[in-house]
């Protein structure tokens, strides 16, 4: 199916640009969605396999890459997720958040992008879950 999307959607009249919304639109929010969920979890092997999914769909003309990076449209996306859960206590993800450090508010340190107490880090799998990796995100 991939291979017949350009010449179909050419002989539809899209141009470049439009065939890139699309692009974009269909496959890039397929790969986004839920990518807070399973990129911790993607080893080293399936982030290759999207990068190079991703560089093929440049060569063919799909992706353009003067748009934003797919490890911009990551970061991207987990700091959404990440800002929600923080601030809205009806999301359903904030229950799992850590209390409220009390030790930080009695020193003037930098700016921290969160006011919650860090967890110990117990294993690698531990690591990869969205709320913790978010919690260590940026801490130095």
């Not at 890039?28 to 911790?40: D, E, F, K, Q, V």
């Not at 929600?84 to 409220?100: A, F, I, T």
Request: hydrophobic share 45%; with cysteine; glycine share 2%.
């Amino acid at each position: 199916m991939f291979n017949v999307w350009p010449p179909l959607m050419h002989a539809h009249g899209l141009c470049r640009m439009a065939i890139q919304a699309v692009f974009r639109s269909v496959i890039l929010s397929r790969l986004l969605y839920a990518l807070p969920a399973w990129w911790g979890f993607a080893g080293a092997q399936d982030r290759r396999k999207v990068y190079s999914f991703l560089r093929r769909s440049a060569r063919v003309g799909f992706y353009s890459t003067d748009f934003a990076s797919f490890d911009d449209l990551c970061i991207q996306a987990n700091e959404n997720l990440f800002n929600k859960v923080l601030h809205s206590p009806d999301h359903v993800l904030y229950r799992l958040l850590p209390p409220v450090a009390q030790t930080s508010h009695n020193y003037n340190l930098r700016p921290r992008a969160h006011d919650r107490s860090l967890p110990e880090r117990l294993t690698h799998l531990t690591d990869c879950n969205f709320i913790i990796r978010m919690l260590f995100y940026q801490v130095y």
